[in-house]
Structure formats: structure tokens, C-alpha cells
């Protein structure tokens, strides 16, 4: 199963996405829907590209009665061969990622946040190998980048402008991407808040708050 075998159905499936509201993200599942809220921004996973199927199983038979592979479900991952994602489930999200990256249009919000074997930004992952190659940079204005702990009492991975954040910013810019229309925050103050939310007694929430 490739990228091509869902193609049909996602075209079918393509809409408009609001300007200006995109959001990428990396690392901050647990506090995604938070941030969609409190910002007010626009997800792939919310378009109707991937709610129609967002809960399909994926672990097919054509020789058990069921329909379904009660033993064994294929993830699936990038193949050695010809460099592209391979299975039932990575095939969907990357065809998913590969029509819905080229609507994207006015200023663009990525959210990054990483850990040890897990850098903030990977050429290997959807976005990296998907997503941000398809941005067309024409419809882009502004690029916004934020990066975040993963708790509220934990340090930051990676800073602005080091480690793989900087080669986020070279892969951009190589893109077509203003040099000058790419910024980047680390722990901003309205992230912060929300990840103070799950962990309220931690002495720097208490300060935050309270200034």
C-alpha cells in the first residue's frame, strides 16, 4: 500500500482551509486541542481530507470472515527502496499531508517540541518529509515558529536557533522561504499558560501567574 492507493478518495475529499490558521506541529499531542482553542487554529486532522476516515481501522484481511487482522497490524514506515512511505495507516496520513500542505495560505503557525531520540524537527517525519516540501511559499507570508517544553517544569530541548530548529530554518529558507518572514519564540507565554494548567503547584506557574 502506497501514498497513491488513498489518492482518489482524498481529492475527493479536498476543501479550502482558513487563512492564516494553519497549524504544524511536533511533540505536543497531550495540549494540541488546547492550543487549536486558545489560538484559534486550523489542524489537517479537523479538515474533512482526514475527518471522514480519521477513526477507519486500518488492519484489513482479505482471508479472514471478519474482514479485519486480529493478529497483526502493519504500521507501516518510509521504505529503503524508493524513499517513500509504505503501509495501510503511514500511506493515508502522508497522501492526507501531501493535498493538504499546498492549500495552506497567508502566515503559517509550527509547533515544535522535542526530547532525547526525538529532536523538534525531523526531515524524516510527516512534516519534514511531507507537509513542509509541499508549502507553496507563493500563498505563505509568514512563517511562525514556537517551540516548547514538554511540561511546564521541564527545560527546553532545543532553543531558537540551535541544533535541529537551525536546520528547520536552513530547510525553510532553501524552500523559497523571506529569510525575514520566518520567526521563531521559545516558550511563549500563551503556551506556557496552558501547560501551567496541568501542573498548577510547579513554582514557576505560581510566579507566572501571579505577576
Not at 34 to 39: G, M, P
Not at 59 to 69: A, E, I, T, V
Amino acid at each position: 500500500v502506497s501514498t497513491q492507493s488513498t489518492g482518489d478518495v482524498i481529492r475527493s475529499l479536498r476543501s479550502s482551509c482558513p487563512k492564516s490558521k494553519s497549524l504544524f506541529w511536533s511533540g505536543i499531542s497531550p495540549i494540541v486541542e488546547e492550543i487549536k482553542a486558545t489560538q484559534h487554529l486550523f489542524v489537517m486532522e479537523s479538515s474533512p481530507i482526514v475527518d471522514a476516515l480519521h477513526d477507519l481501522v486500518w488492519c484489513g484481511s482479505s482471508s479472514d470472515p471478519s474482514g479485519m487482522n486480529h493478529t497483526s497490524c502493519v504500521y507501516g514506515d518510509v521504505s529503503p527502496i524508493d524513499d517513500k512511505w509504505h503501509g495501510s495507516w503511514v500511506s493515508f496520513w502522508a497522501a492526507a499531508s501531501y493535498y493538504y500542505a499546498p492549500m495552506v495560505h497567508g502566515n503559517v503557525t509550527m509547533i515544535f517540541s522535542g526530547h532525547p531520540g526525538h529532536p523538534s524537527y525531523r526531515r524524516s517525519s510527516f512534516f519534514g518529509s511531507v507537509e513542509m516540501p509541499h508549502l507553496d511559499t507563493r500563498l505563505i507570508n509568514r512563517v511562525e515558529v514556537y517551540v516548547v517544553p514538554g511540561a511546564a517544569n521541564e527545560p527546553l530541548f532545543e532553543r531558537c536557533g540551535e541544533k535541529s530548529l537551525l536546520l528547520l530554518r536552513h530547510d525553510l529558507i532553501k524552500q523559497g522561504f523571506n529569510p525575514e518572514s520566518i520567526t521563531c519564540t521559545n516558550k511563549p507565554q500563551w503556551a506556557m499558560h496552558i501547560l501551567c494548567a496541568y501542573d498548577p503547584r510547579y513554582i514557576g506557574c505560581q510566579i507566572a501567574l501571579n505577576k
